[in-house]
């Protein structure tokens, strides 16, 4: 293994921190300690993963820019550098050798079509007539004949006295004076403001023209069409993976001296240290994926040795190689771990068995 230490420089470094810890032990003794090496070790492989394909476009108008565009005449095949770094996107856009073409767009003619709101009149029918806002053609209209021109036999009584109103007109309709509502004098209806009587407007959707723009075209009267190649290649991340003792890598993450190995191709070897059950979770994630063209595979390994001191069995020691030499931490061993979360589990149920207990005795 690259940079790994001698098991004497290990055993030494572990008695130091040991003796520390007031263990008293001469770890390089026979018998007094068990070595093992092992590996912690993070793998991240990202692809650049390309895809390909053709569409039929129809774009409205002429577009210059299509004829500049790089051409090709089998998009499977056409050959596109793989990306420099797989972590990034690229694309093209390409347009078949002799797809572009012109054509007359069928559903109008130079690019109008005839308005749909007038049917190509560029008028619209409007009333020559509105009802009056001011006596809503009712019997307000006038006092004597309400509008129908007729006078009626009496008359109404806030006349009969004789008092003329400021606010009536004379009647257009009965000639009656102070009896006609002053705005359409008795008439109830006002010649229409909008058309001035004439009976139709200018169509607002033409503005007279009779003629409107053909959306789908654009108003051009026509379609630049052409076969479409795209090449796509994107980057495929796979989730990192970490091997080896996941709970020491706090204290390997800045401290160890970790060595990094770059893959960029398929075909490129794992190191030749690693061992084989690492070689054999991280080989199956190395495999060329269809339509890979490009990869950046990264392996970061630091050895880690796993150090059993016959003098203190409840702990295990662990050392690794660092940036100043050999660092050595230490954890309590999985079984003693798991008698104390026993005790811990014990004096839960403890406190609730207390818990009843009280509760029985309170009632
Ligand atoms: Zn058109
Ligand atoms: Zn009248
Ligand atoms: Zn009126
Ligand atoms: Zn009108
Ligand atoms: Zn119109």
């Known amino acids: 293994m690259a940079g790994r230490p001698l098991d004497a420089e290990i055993l030494q470094a572990v008695e130091v921190y040991a003796g520390r810890r007031g263990v008293a032990a001469h770890l390089t003794d026979p018998g007094a300690a068990d070595l093992t090496w092992q590996n912690l070790l993070d ?16 774009e409205p108008g002429g577009r210059d820019d ?79 004949c309400e509008g129908t021109g007729r006078r009626r036999a009496g008359r109404p009584a806030h006349l009969r006295s004789g008092t003329p109103s400021a606010h009536r007109a004379l009647c257009a309709r009965c000639r009656a004076s102070n009896a006609a509502c002053p705005k359409c004098t008795g008439r109830r209806q006002l010649d229409c403001p909008d058309c001035k009587k004439k009976g139709y407007v200018r169509c607002g959707a033409c503005e007279g023209t009779k003629r409107v723009t053909h959306q789908e075209c654009r108003g051009t009267g026509r379609f630049t069409v052409w076969t479409e190649g795209w090449i796509h290649q994107n980057p495929h991340r796979e989730k990192e993976r970490r091997l080896g003792r996941l709970d020491l ?13 770059v893959l960029r191709r398929a075909t490129d070897e794992l190191p030749d240290d690693l061992d084989e059950a690492d070689e054999s979770l991280i080989a199956p994630h190395l495999a060329p994926r269809k339509d890979e063209v490009a990869r950046l595979a990264t392996l970061r390994r630091l050895p880690l040795a796993h150090v059993r001191v016959h003098a203190d069995p409840h702990r295990d020691y662990f050392a690794f190689p660092s940036h100043t030499g050999i660092e050595v931490t230490s954890r309590p061993t999985t079984d003693r771990v798991r008698y104390f979360a026993a005790i811990a589990t014990a004096s839960v149920a403890l406190v609730a068995l207390v818990a009843v207990l009280g509760v029985v005795v309170l009632r």
């Open 66 to 144: 299509i004829a500049t565009r790089p051409t090709y005449t089998d998009i499977g095949s056409h050959p596109v550098p793989p990306p420099s770094d797989p972590e990034k996107s690229d694309a093209w856009l390409l347009v078949r050798r002799g797809s572009l073409d012109e054509e007359r767009c069928g559903d109008c003619d130079g690019g109008t079509t005839k308005c749909g709101d007038c049917d190509g009149r560029g008028v619209r029918d409007c009333p020559r007539f509105v009802d009056c806002p001011v006596c809503q053609g009712g019997p307000d209209a006038c006092w004597e």
């Open 249 to 261: 890598r706090r204290t390997t993450g800045g401290a160890g001296q970790w060595h990094k190995t």
């Open 43 to 58: 793998f991240h492989i990202v692809r650049s993963v390309e895809t390909r394909g053709e569409r039929p476009m129809r």
